[in-house]
């Protein structure tokens, strides 16, 4: 909503400065038995107000990317959300390689954890200076008009639900099959893999490591490839092949003991998601006009990223101790399944979409 109101721009820098706060406050607060009971509070809060500010990075960075490209390449640079988003995995894995290399398992509980915050926390830094002298891609006109009130319209709920309701299901139907295979796929896919090889030193670490910067790597080939054949063939990629695949991932996996192997089928669950992960910002982008693009994207994300995508790990832990894998199985090819249907159905491929008729009303420095 206020990237609506005030420009990408501002949202942008205002979520990475709470994610700096934040990272930091956690990589420095005190133990429990310096300040009690008020440490595990803060830990509690912090984590709280970075999961809002990066629930809300979302909408504002796929509507930014979505309207800054130009049309021959917008695939392409949308593809770089997920560039840095898989980067955020990429350098968490290398820090865990490091931290272990170097510390005990006593040290990393001591103080070790709060490392990976502090990095995280300066990273921040580096990210605000850099959205503070981006361009804004909304024109200075336009925020001006609305900070006037003259479009009231401008990042409401309201009008979200009521003009733009069709848009938003759609939005929430295709993130839903893409957020549980996500999940699915970079987060339990690695979890399993780390438990195969747990008592082989790193050697799990480092499939999941090489694993994750093939899945950064990929990220832009795909958006490449939708702006010459479009964003659909992509999406239909991902729905067909995850209906086959989540079963093979997920069934022999767990069971495979060689390296080579494990990578493999880590690596090609990654070449199916990439149909997804590369271009579903961009897709969703262009569902909706710019005055409520970012309150649109971000809404549909987070509805179905939090009621599918982030319960993943959980559904799937529950279920493995029960051995009822295959239940799990089960739930995210039906939630592909669904995605697949809007794909196929409520999707084309249009010669003209709200991005390309809003071209004046965005403002991009050559």
């Known amino acids: 909503r206020f990237a609506d109101r005030r420009g990408r721009r501002a949202a942008l820098t205002v979520s990475v400065s709470l994610m700096a706060l934040c990272s930091m406050v956690i990589a420095l ?25 990066t629930g809300g990075e979302y909408g504002t960075s796929a509507t930014y990317m979505s309207e800054a490209a130009t049309r021959e390449r917008r695939g392409f640079f949308s593809s770089f959300q997920y560039v840095t988003l898989v980067g955020g995995h990429v350098l968490a894995q290398f820090t865990l390689l490091v931290l272990d290399a170097l510390l005990t398992e006593d040290q990393l509980r001591d103080f070790g954890w709060r490392i990976g915050f502090a990095i995280g926390g300066v990273a921040a830094v580096v990210v605000f200076w850099l959205r503070r002298t981006m361009d804004e891609s909304l024109s200075e006109e336009v925020i001006e008009a609305t900070k006037a009130g003259e479009d009231k319209g401008a990042g409401s709920i309201r009008e979200l639900f009521t003009r733009y309701w069709k848009p938003s299901l759609l939005c929430f139907l295709i993130t839903m099959g893409g957020t549980v295979a996500f999940y699915t796929y970079s987060v339990n896919a690695p979890a399993i893999v780390k438990t195969a090889y747990k008592g082989e030193g790193m050697t799990g670490t480092w499939i999941n490591l090489i694993g994750l910067i093939f899945l950064m790597l990929l990220q832009p080939i795909g ?12 999406l239909l990629w991902f729905g067909f092949g995850g209906l086959v695949y989540t079963y093979v991932l997920i069934t022999y996996l767990p069971e495979t003991r060689s390296p080579v192997t494990s990578f493999v089928l880590v690596a090609v669950g990654y070449v199916i998601l990439t149909g997804y992960t590369s271009i579903n910002a961009l897709v969703k982008s262009e569902l909706f006009p710019a005055h409520v693009r970012a309150l649109g994207v971000g809404v549909g994300y987070a509805l179905a990223n939090s009621m599918f995508g982030g319960t993943a790990p959980l559904i799937y832990q529950a279920l493995r101790e029960r051995d009822q894998v295959p239940l799990f199985i089960g739930y995210v090819t039906v939630c592909i399944a669904v995605s697949l249907v809007v794909y196929l159905f409520f999707l084309r491929n249009k010669s003209e979409t709200y991005l390309d008729r809003e071209r004046g009303l965005a403002f991009v420095k050559a």
């Open 29 to 53: 607060v005190p133990s429990q038995a310096t300040i009690g009971v008020a440490a595990p509070i803060v830990l509690v809060l912090a984590r709280l107000v970075q999961g809002f500010a």
């Open 223 to 234: 958006g490449m490839i939708s702006d010459k054949v479009g964003r659909k063939p992509l």
